[in-house]
């Protein structure tokens, strides 16, 4: 019998690892995990850089040693560095249809998933500046501090009044068409008990 349930554990698939640009991705996820209730594990050594080349190293580490990775990146980069969107084009091609990886990338930045919580557009912002300028407007006290981030308030305020599924409303009837796109909620919807959000307004 117990060899059975040894077995049975064995069997049993791990949760995917996070993989993550910055400080603001881990601290997000991290709060968001307990709030959500998100099958998700968050290791601050998988955070921090987010060259391609760093980022396709630390996958090819989680598959190897946990099976599966959710990456969580930036694609603003590439708009000035050639070399930067060729490792992408790189990356996407080994991993864009792997099924043990889920990409989770936002243009220009992540931020402007979290605006979307607030505001529908997909209207070109060109730099995550840009975009944490406009999201100001809703959380005054936003900034990308060790200090403002590992506090869990700024989470619970984009998670309050329903606003995190307006926010996967917008981000999934948008696509990747306009001058902005956001793919996180490949992670919500991959890591959640809930059924898909339709693409509706």
């Not at 730099?127 to 999201?135: D, N, R």
Request: charged share 30%; proline share 4%; hydrophobic share 35%.
């Amino acid at each position: 019998m117990a060899r059975k349930d040894r077995k049975q554990k064995e069997k049993r698939p791990s949760m995917p690892v996070v993989i993550g640009a910055g400080i603001t991705e881990q601290w997000y996820f991290t709060h968001l995990k307990k709030l959500k209730e998100l099958h998700i594990q968050i290791r601050p050594r998988f955070f921090g850089d987010e060259h391609m080349h760093t980022l396709a190293k630390n996958v090819e580490h989680v598959l190897a040693s946990e099976g599966r990775a959710i990456v969580v990146f930036d694609t603003d980069v590439q708009a000035w560095d050639a070399g930067e969107k060729t490792r992408y084009e790189t990356f996407m091609k080994k991993y864009g249809k792997d099924e043990r990886v889920i990409i989770c990338d936002s243009l220009p930045s992540i931020e402007y998933w979290f605006l979307l919580h607030y505001l529908n557009t997909n209207r070109y912002f060109g730099t995550s500046k840009a975009v944490i300028k406009e999201f100001l407007h809703y959380i005054p006290k936003f900034e990308k501090t060790e200090r403002f981030l590992s506090t869990p308030k700024w989470v619970e305020d984009l998670c309050a009044d329903g606003k995190m599924e307006l926010a996967t409303i917008r981000a999934l009837a948008f696509g990747e068409q306009g001058e902005s796109y956001t793919n996180i909620p490949r992670l919500l919807q991959s890591c959640t008990h809930q059924p898909a959000i339709n693409k509706k307004d």
